[in-house]
């Protein structure tokens, strides 16, 4: 029970761990729940949820790559993400959902929807630094002349560095004051996925790429240029103290999925 529990501590909602178990799996949820359950004083059931929340995650994944291609096509997008956030939503009812509700009652405090958000957009990132290791070991940057693509390789881990430094931002709202994110948003975070922008322009003048490649390059200049929208509007949050876009935030977060579910 909350009876004990400030109402200045922060919790993690139901419905903000599954934005963020949606948009970043399993993984996300037992990050969050773990924070909930460190809160709540049960540091063991924490534990427990961060373990179940990476092995669920690697055998989603490992199940997703085992099923044939032709099968997995007609698979809708969003049905695999819906099914293990409905799910999850179920556990965390029956594990957190007495106290979040007790905490609510009481008027405490709660973290936004789109902070959560991004706790799934990095848990999403490693995932997909997994994803594109497992494709380039397995099939590798090859042009048509049968060369292995050092140049295009490089650039790409330039990209996924940007990436990494720019999601940072997700760690430091909770850490650090309001004008240190607004300096950070400005000076790295949408600069690097503006430098990102420009680098896979210069890779698609590489010429004999393979049009996998080509169209690999337009869903992650989509992806950068959703992750900017999505960055002006956290400036505006938290410049105006505000929850007014929140909603906004979550459609761009929903949107950056669809290119993150066509990446996959």
Same mark, same amino acid.
């Given at each position: ?26 993984? !996300? !949820? ?18 427990? /949820? ?62 936004? !929807? ?6 799934? /957009? ?30 295009? &390789?490089? !650039? ?9 430094? /720019? ?36 890779? &698609? ?60």
């Amino acid at each position: 029970m909350t009876e004990n529990l400030s109402p200045t501590t922060k919790l993690y909602s139901q419905r903000a761990i599954s934005i963020a178990t949606y948009f970043g799996g399993p993984i !996300a !949820a037992g990050l969050l729940a773990r924070k909930n359950f460190i809160a709540l004083g049960k540091e063991d059931y924490g534990r427990y /949820a961060l373990i179940i929340g990476i092995v669920a995650t690697i055998l989603i994944f490992a199940g997703i790559f085992s099923i044939p291609s032709d099968i997995i096509d007609k698979i809708p997008n969003p049905l695999i993400p819906l099914i293990y956030t409905g799910i999850i939503y179920l556990i965390l009812e029956k594990y957190q959902g007495e106290e979040l509700k007790e905490h609510k009652l009481n008027k405490g405090e709660f973290y936004s !929807a789109w902070k959560a958000t991004g706790i799934g /957009a990095i848990c999403m990132t490693i995932l997909l630094v997994g994803i594109f290791g497992y494709i380039y070991i397995t099939t590798g940057n090859i042009l048509p002349n049968g060369k292995f693509d050092k140049k295009y &390789d490089n !650039a790409i881990a330039i990209v996924k560095e940007n990436e990494e430094e /720019a999601l940072t931002l997700f760690n430091k709202i909770d850490k650090e004051s309001p004008n240190r994110v607004i300096e950070f948003i400005d000076s790295t975070g949408i600069p690097k996925w503006e430098e990102n922008i420009r680098i896979l322009n210069e890779l &698609d003048k590489i010429k004999g790429l393979y049009k996998q490649l080509l169209k690999q390059d337009e869903l992650l200049r989509n992806y950068c240029n959703l992750r900017i929208e999505s960055y002006r509007l956290i400036k505006k949050a938290l410049m105006e103290n505000s929850k007014i876009y929140d909603q906004q935030i979550e459609n761009i977060n929903y949107k950056i999925e669809l290119e993150i579910s066509k990446l996959k």
